[in-house]
């Protein structure tokens, strides 16, 4: 009777290549994005009445003023639909039941911290477009600096809403390998009451070019070692 046996290709290589494989693909990790830390992304605090405004500061972002204003709201119904009460939180991609209104020249911004090398940066806000006026435009910046008045990074000068209801806009940056400084969010408002919400910045590392060759080297290399000393079977 014929017997099956299964041979394995064996080399003097294995306690080689295993290890070198193993260190190259490793060299080439992937990654995900990551939320960075925005104090009072979400406008929250202080707490304010329903429906009003205020002018006062806002925890964790710094306030500068120039021809116009800037206020801190807790919207009503004839802005937003629904705001009124407080029962549920503001439309759409908003957090909670305050936002902060900005008007022509009225600039807020939050030094987030040291601008990291190899890192993707994306900003991402809930930009409202209230009912009570017909056009409603603003703007956002990353910068490299501790306040408004940094290098600017990025830039959306004219971010659109849609009347009623907030909506995400977002810009993205990439930095190099060498940096320096902090990064600061700056909002700011081009005509009549933009309204602006959920602040969220996202950073992602990206692998520097000499990595991801030799990641990619290490997996055509094991799949190269596996292929050779796969097992076979054989007939007796």
């Known amino acids: 009777m014929n ?39 979400s406008f929250e605090t202080p ?19 120039g021809g116009a204003s800037l206020f801190l709201a807790d919207p009503g119904d004839g802005t937003f639909p629904g705001a009124t009460g407080n029962l549920i939180g503001l439309p759409g991609t908003a957090d909670g039941f305050q936002a902060v209104t900005l008007r022509i020249d009225g600039i807020l911004f939050q030094d987030v911290g040291l601008l990291l ?22 703007w956002m910046q990353l910068v490299n600096g501790s306040d408004h008045t940094g290098s600017l990074l990025a830039e959306d000068p004219l971010l ?4 009623g209801i907030f909506v995400d806009r977002s810009l993205s940056f990439t930095t190099g390998n060498t940096v320096s400084g902090d990064l600061s969010i700056v909002l700011g408002g081009n005509g009549l009451t933009a309204y602006f919400d959920n ?3 996202e950073t992602q590392s990206i692998p520097e070019p000499a990595s991801g060759v030799l990641g990619i080297l290490g997996i055509l290399t094991c799949l190269r070692w596996r ?6 079977a054989s007939v007796w």
Do not use: E
């Open 227 to 232: 292929n050779r000393h796969r097992p076979f």
């Open 3 to 41: 017997q099956i046996r299964i041979l394995y290709q064996t080399s003097g290589y294995r306690l080689f290549f295993v290890p070198i494989c193993v260190l190259m693909i490793g060299s080439f990790t992937a990654t995900w994005p990551v939320s960075a830390d925005v104090i009072n992304a």
């Open 47 to 65: 707490d304010i009445p329903d429906p009003s405004f205020s002018a006062g500061p806002i925890t964790g972002w710094t306030n500068v003023v």
């Open 199 to 201: 602040v969220r910045l």
């Open 160 to 163: 659109v809403g849609t009347p």
């Open 117 to 138: 090398p190899n890192t993707q940066y994306t900003l991402t806000v809930a930009f409202g477009h209230n009912l009570d006026v017909t056009t409603v435009t603003g």
